[in-house]
Antibody
Framework: QVQLQESGPGLVKPSQTLSLTCTVSGGSISSGDYYWSWIRQPPGKGLEWIGYIYYSGNTYYNPSLKSRVTISVDTSKNQFSLKLSSVTAADTAVYSC????????????WGQGTPVTVSS | QSALTQPASVSGSPGQSITISCTGTSSDVGGYKYVSWYQQHPGKAPKLMIY???NRPSGVSNRFSGSKSGNTASLTISGLQAEDEADYYC??????????FGGGTKLTVL
């Protein structure tokens, strides 16, 4: 069974870049059946899709975040990463990585999520 | 990017059935079969309950069912149980290979 684990700083200063990594175990990130995705959830609010990447490097982003988001993949480490630039307090959220099955566009495996606070 | 529209809350008594709606447009819910539903208990990761509008992943109770009519998808939970109390989110594929979630619905089991 695929497992995902997020890692990265829990506190980021305003205007700086948020950087997180998701490590995939129990399966290969190079599996052609999956995209690898980031999702966030602000405190007390709903889920927001950030973007996803294919193992080949093709990326797809939420239009409302596209100008600030970069998702990359490192197949040698079975990891993919998120960078969100110019953060503000509105970017405070629990950030989760998830596998997105290409046949259904359903997120079938999720990481536990990591809280990130934007504050000086 | 506008979210799909879900009711903020629904409630039901044990044993009853409830339905949660998810309304989008012809560019997402109405245009594709890629509608999914997720259950999220407090402090936990979301769990996939329905994919491709009406398919259940292995291990998900058959009390959960999904359907779609036009631009609105629905999740029905029959034989409501206390453990079903949670937040529920729909998601849909949207044109240009993007995805969108609904705003979420809090289910209360009375």
């Amino acid at each position: 069974q695929v497992q995902l684990q997020e890692s990265g700083p829990g506190l980021v200063k305003p205007s700086q870049t948020l950087s997180l990594t998701c490590t995939v175990s129990g399966g290969s990130i190079s599996s052609g059946d999956y995209y690898w995705s980031w999702i966030r959830q602000p405190p007390g609010k709903g889920l927001e899709w950030i973007g996803y990447i294919y193992y080949s490097g093709n990326t797809y982003y939420n239009p409302s975040l596209k100008s600030r988001v970069t998702i990359s993949v490192d197949t040698s480490k079975n990891q993919f990463s998120l960078k969100l630039s110019s953060v503000t307090a509105a970017d405070t959220a629990v950030y989760s990585c998830a596998s997105l099955y290409s046949g259904s566009y359903g997120f079938d495996y999720w990481g536990q999520g990591t809280p990130v606070t934007v504050s000086s | 990017q506008s979210a799909l529209t879900q009711p903020a809350s629904v409630s039901g008594s044990p044993g009853q059935s409830i339905t949660i709606s998810c309304t989008g447009t012809s560019s997402d819910v109405g245009g594709y079969k890629y509608v999914s539903w997720y259950q999220q208990h407090p402090g936990k990761a979301p769990k996939l309950m329905i994919y491709d509008v009406s398919n259940r992943p292995s291990g998900v109770s058959n009390r959960f069912s999904g359907s779609k009519s036009g631009n609105t998808a629905s999740l029905t939970i029959s034989g409501l149980q206390a453990e079903d109390e949670a937040d529920y989110y729909c998601s849909s594929y949207r044109s240009s290979s993007t995805l969108v979630f609904g705003g979420g619905t809090k289910l209360t089991v009375l």
